[in-house]
């Protein structure tokens, strides 16, 4: 490795402040998306229109010297204009495979929720497997591979819910939500005359993201805190109000989670606040409540029932 915990977590920060030339008052949620990126998972947003999930997701990309590409989800799209297909060549004689839009680094896939199922779910073996498969074929796609989705959820109407399989793919899901007043004020002075996406430059290379992946596998995350997740698993799955509850899958995301979160904090251990801070985007998407039962309000009443380790050391 030729960057430690110290530098990537500074890297981090340069990033996180690139972004924010863009992307104004929103500091927690665009360390929330670099976690996902580091843990190697992917993101759901999911808000109103105009809050700046696409600029979010193209500030991200751009901060990165990586392939991006977009995708708009569409009711006609379908899987083959993601994965590519094998078409026949006259001048050769031969079938040429030509890559979709899946061939990239970072994938802006744009309403995901207009699309048809069919077309959702072939998302699903690039999201979990890095490969996608056409013809009997299997082509690994690049490292790194980050998926960052878009809907709107207050739009019914010729959309698609994504299903419990495609959305446990997805490492958080976030909301933006509006800009307080001094944000909305700073918002028209930044883009009213001039568009400041057009000047940003990536300020970090895919060798060293690739690494600092890697380091996050380092992050310390003590016997304890690993025990202190399976019993908030275990609370989602006891609840009264509660369907479906959260998988050993979403366990395990969120220890990865956690470690990565840490690594930005510029810590190389997990402590319990970072898993309590991770704890509504990493599970709100995985439960099924009855009724009209809120997940993210089950889930902080769960935080609050859910004894804490207090005792250990939490570093090495």
């Known amino acids: 490795m030729h960057i430690n915990i110290a530098e990537a977590s500074l890297k981090a920060a340069e990033i996180r402040t690139n972004i924010e030339t863009i992307i104004v008052g929103k500091t927690a949620e665009i360390n929330l998306i670099l976690t996902a990126l580091l843990a190697s998972g992917h993101v759901l947003l999911e808000d109103m229109p105009g809050t700046g999930k696409t600029m979010l997701a193209k500030s991200l990309a751009r901060s990165f010297d990586v392939i991006f590409k977009r995708i708009q989800f569409t009711p006609d799209l379908l899987p083959s204009d993601m994965t590519g297909i094998n078409y026949y060549n006259p001048k050769t004689g031969e079938f040429t495979f030509r890559q979709g839009g899946l061939f990239t680094n970072i994938l802006l896939a744009d309403e995901i929720n207009r699309a048809t199922p069919r077309t959702q779910s072939g998302l699903l073996e690039s999201m979990e497997e890095h490969q996608i498969s056409v013809d009997g074929e299997t082509y690994k796609l690049d490292e790194p591979f980050f998926v960052i989705a878009t809907q709107n959820p207050i739009e019914t109407q010729g959309t698609f819910p994504l299903p419990?399989?495609?959305?446990?793919?997805?490492?958080?899901?976030?909301?933006?939500?509006?800009?307080?007043?001094?944000?909305?004020?700073?918002?028209?002075?930044?883009?009213?005359?001039?568009?400041?996406?057009?000047?940003?430059?990536?300020?970090?290379?895919?060798?060293?993201?690739?690494?600092?992946?890697?380091?996050?596998?380092?992050?310390?995350?003590?016997?304890?805190?690993?025990?202190?997740?399976?019993?908030?698993?275990?609370?989602?799955?006891?609840?009264?109000?509660?369907?479906?509850?959260?998988?050993?899958?979403?366990s395990l995301s969120l220890a990865r989670a956690a470690q990565a979160f840490a690594l930005i904090k510029g810590r190389d251990y997990v402590i319990p606040e970072d898993i309590k801070t991770l704890l509504i985007p990493v599970f709100s998407h995985r439960i099924i409540t009855r009724g009209m039962s809120d997940a993210s309000q089950l889930l902080e009443d769960i935080a609050g029932r859910v004894p804490v380790p207090t005792e250990a050391v939490w570093k090495k």
């Open 164 to 250: 419990e399989a495609q959305l446990d793919r997805f490492l958080m899901r976030l909301s933006l939500g509006y800009p307080d007043s001094a944000g909305a004020s700073e918002i028209i002075r930044r883009f009213v005359n001039d568009d400041p996406f057009r000047a940003l430059s990536s300020v970090c290379g895919k060798r060293d993201l690739i690494e600092t992946r890697q380091i996050v596998k380092s992050v310390h995350l003590h016997t304890d805190l690993s025990s202190y997740i399976v019993r908030l698993t275990e609370a989602t799955r006891d609840a009264d109000s509660v369907i479906l509850g959260v998988s050993p899958r979403g």
